[in-house]
């Protein structure tokens, strides 16, 4: 079977390897000529450990190709996965100007059966849409080819692109034939993982669904934070003790400064938008937006308060992107938190292994450390906004001589309090006591 991938950005890529690791021949396609310049030349447009190496062989042995001519590539292949972005519009709802452009294009060229399946995560009825503008196109074509639109929503996690992609824990394939079907389970044949078939429409919802609840989880335990620094209770251990619950789970109860990244506050946002335009209001929903949207500022007054005021004081920035192993910025809390910064007249100094460069191109007139200690060097307070495993493994007993004063505002609870008020720190994370 032969593949084609429309879309080569951060999902696009990573299933193209995902794809030609589990024995496919690929074709990569976008719009983006310059990308496909040097993808072709092994350079992902992305940072993503360890995956340049992987790219080069299979670019190398021809099992993976890219190019921009999407005619041509349809002839050789059977199964198209669509994974162009689909990025919040004003007003929240999803932008889907690319994944139609996209459906008026294979209408356009498409010779014969294909089946056509959307990875990118697009609000409920998409599908249907989607198959009617490739119709309308093959009518005006005078042409009467059959093919299938499958949803199959995407769930790998950046950083762990590759892994989630090869070993998916589940799979949702949204289909209306059974030939559409068998294909998808040929393809799949090999991916050892639960297999969920469904309807178009249920598939999309629980892409939103999904990426929906987790947040919730998110803001849940952050709201909880706050009053556990009131009750005087520690959000890491309340955590841990839910997680011990089976049908709680320790993942995603981890406190801290939001969440960020290209898909959970866009989704939750869309999803929002698709229930106010069904007049459906999600309460919830609403309000773990709410909780996020504050949650660095709730962080900040924290941060104003024990240093009575932040005009003029010096402050160390550790961690830009909004998750470690990335070199993503897309809504990191580190964007608000220097903005928050600049507003209250701090100066500070940011460092980050990966994301320096992207927040350069938002903030060029802060001042950037090459490493954490230079950052540190002369400061009033730390701030630690993304977990590096870099920056928890700081040799944190000898660079409390280069701060100007040993205080440290964790915003990841990457930290163990107990240890750094052993070694003199004023210690301050999220939703536990200071020390
Ligand atoms: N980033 C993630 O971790 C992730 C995970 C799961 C699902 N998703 C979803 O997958 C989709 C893609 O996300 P992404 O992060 O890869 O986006 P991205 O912005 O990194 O990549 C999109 C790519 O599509 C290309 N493109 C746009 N219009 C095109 C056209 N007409 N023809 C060919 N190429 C075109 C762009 O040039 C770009 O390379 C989104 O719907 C997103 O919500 C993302
Ligand atoms: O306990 C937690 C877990 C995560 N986060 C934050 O939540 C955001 C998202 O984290 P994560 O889910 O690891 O990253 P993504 O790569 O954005 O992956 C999410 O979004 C993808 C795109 O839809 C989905 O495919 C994935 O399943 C889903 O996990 C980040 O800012 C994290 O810092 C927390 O604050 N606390």
């Known amino acids: 079977m032969k593949v084609a991938v429309i879309g080569t950005g951060y999902v696009g890529t990573t299933t193209s390897i995902a794809f030609a690791s589990q024995g496919y021949k690929v074709i990569g396609i976008d719009n983006d000529e310059e990308k496909i310049k040097r993808l072709n030349q092994s350079k992902l447009p992305f940072y993503e450990e360890g995956l340049d190496g992987i790219l080069q062989k299979y670019i190398l042995d021809g099992t993976l190709s890219f190019t921009s001519n999407l005619e041509e ?17 004003q007003d929240g709802s999803a932008d889907l100007s690319s994944v139609i452009e996209v459906a008026r294009q294979i209408g356009s060229v498409m010779k014969d059966y294909k089946v056509i399946v959307i990875k990118s995560t697009v609000p409920i009825g998409t599908g249907a849409k989607l198959k009617n503008i490739i119709q309308s196109e093959l009518k005006k074509r005078q042409l009467d080819i059959s093919f299938d639109l499958v949803s199959n929503p995407e ?79 520690n959000i890491v251990q309340v955590a841990k003790g839910m997680g011990m619950d089976s049908r709680i789970n320790p993942q995603f109860l981890q406190a801290g400064l939001g969440f960020g ?25 609403k309000a773990v937006l ?67 460069e992207n927040v350069k191109k938002i903030y060029p007139d802060i001042r950037y450390a090459t490493t954490p200690l230079e950052a540190m060097a002369g400061a009033d307070a730390v701030l630690i906004v993304t977990e590096w495993k870099e920056i928890i493994d700081i040799d944190w007993k000898n660079a409390k001589r280069v701060l100007s004063q040993p205080i440290v505002f964790d915003g990841r609870n990457a930290l163990d309090s107990a240890i750094m008020s052993k070694l ?12």
């Open 73 to 89: 590539s349809m002839e050789q292949c059977d199964i198209l996965f669509v994974t162009v972005g689909t990025p919040a519009s």
């Open 155 to 233: 769930f790998l996690r950046q950083g762990k692109a590759l892994h989630d992609a090869v070993y998916p824990e589940r799979i949702v394939i949204g289909c209306e034939t059974d030939k559409a079907r068998e294909i998808m389970e040929e393809f799949y044949k090999n991916v050892k993982s639960k297999l969920l078939f469904t309807t178009v429409r249920d598939a999309e919802m629980i892409k939103y669904a999904s990426n929906a609840f987790l947040a919730t989880k998110i803001s849940f335990i952050n709201e909880l934070a706050r009053i556990c620094e009131k009750t005087e209770t």
């Open 261 to 285: 990244g290209s898909c959970f506050p866009k989704d939750t946002k869309a999803l929002l938008a698709l229930a106010s335009e069904k007049e459906t209001p999600m309460n919830i929903l």
């Open 290 to 356: 709410h909780v996020n949207q504050t949650q660095t500022d709730w962080f900040m007054e924290k941060v104003k308060k024990t240093l009575n005021s932040l005009s003029g004081k010096r402050i160390a920035i550790l961690g830009l992107t909004f998750k470690p192993q990335t070199d993503d910025i897309r809504e990191a809390p580190s964007l608000k938190i220097i903005n928050y910064l600049i507003k209250h007249k701090a100066h500070m100094a940011a460092y980050d292994p990966q994301g320096t």
């Open 424 to 435: 003199g720190y004023y210690y301050m994370g999220v939703g536990i006591l200071k020390s």
